[in-house]
């Protein structure tokens, strides 16, 4: 198994600007898959809040070896950079047939920065199946700035998905994005692994950015979702376009000049 951090590209972390989340089938081998159901069964010790992620979890434990896998490390790195601190980590585990589901909600405050995000790791040990529910997310809403469930009166928005996955495959969330956990009408137990986590450096060219001329980036960052409404959608490029510019340190950086209209302060003076 490679041991290299393997960094986001520019395409990758503008798809997280846009969408609210990367996904990375996978990426967790088949033995630790089948060993993180008797590590969720016996529980995981408590994490104080704050504590720097290289300290939280013992070198060899489960949840270390969980993120030092390289495509996991390298997604972090590039996203919250080195020696984030852990928010909290939980096992969110949904029972057969159990009839009911999360409401619709963000893991979040009204937060109005720009220039920062925590991220969340999601870890589904076992296969999901339509059936088994899958975490539930609404792709770019995490720029709508709302309060936890002030959502959650919200039902089937248009392009919603439904996490449908093999086992191993890990989510990495923008904190604002809206999602909840689906019912489970299988016959089996479904977990997911949570760490959330604070970045502690400015989150600023973190990742490779050799491609960050590509026009797939502004392609990315143009990019609409069908619950949009047309007006509202484009605040939503604008967001992004804000947050990008904190990203890479380009104050000048636009698509569709949305973000230049609202910033002009002409300072030309004709003269007389």
């Given at each position: 198994m490679p041991t290299t951090r393997q960094l986001l590209d520019s395409g990758q972390v503008a798809r997280f600007v846009t969408h609210g989340f990367l996904r990375l089938d996978g990426v967790v081998p088949p033995e630790m898959n089948a060993e993180a159901l008797g590590v969720f069964a016996?529980?995981?010790?408590?994490?104080?809040?704050?504590t720097p992620l290289s300290a939280a979890f013992p070198v060899g434990s489960f949840a270390r070896r969980l993120v030092e896998l390289p495509?996991?490390?390298?997604?972090?790195?590039?996203?919250?950079?080195?020696?984030?601190?852990?928010?909290h980590h939980f096992v969110h585990t949904r029972q057969p047939r159990e009839g009911s589901a999360q409401a619709l909600h963000a893991d979040a405050l009204i937060d109005l920065r720009f220039d920062a995000f925590d991220v969340q790791v999601m870890y589904f040990p076992q296969d999901v199946?339509?059936?088994?529910?899958?975490?539930?997310?609404?792709?770019?809403?995490?720029l709508r700035?709302?309060?936890?469930?002030?959502?959650g009166r919200y039902q089937n928005l248009l392009g919603q998905v439904r996490l449908v996955c093999p086992a191993g495959t890990v989510l990495v969330l923008h904190h604002g994005i809206w999602h909840g956990g689906r019912r489970n009408d299988s016959d089996t137990v479904r977990h997911m692994y949570k760490i959330r986590l604070n970045p502690t450096v400015p989150q600023v060219r973190l990742w490779d950015t050799a491609d960050l001329a590509d026009p797939a980036v502004h392609e990315e960052l143009r990019r609409r979702f069908p619950w949009y409404e047309e007006a509202s959608g484009r605040l939503e490029i604008h967001n992004r376009i804000r947050v990008w510019r904190a990203l890479t340190a380009d104050p000048e950086f636009d698509v569709d000049h949305w973000a230049t209209r609202i910033s002009n302060r002409p300072t030309h003076r004709s003269h007389p």
């Open positions: 016996a529980g995981l010790p408590a994490v104080p809040y704050g495509a996991i490390a390298g997604a972090l790195d590039s996203l919250v950079g080195p020696e984030p601190t852990v928010d199946t339509e059936d088994m529910g899958g975490t539930l997310l609404v792709p770019g809403s995490h700035r709302t309060n936890e469930s002030d959502t």
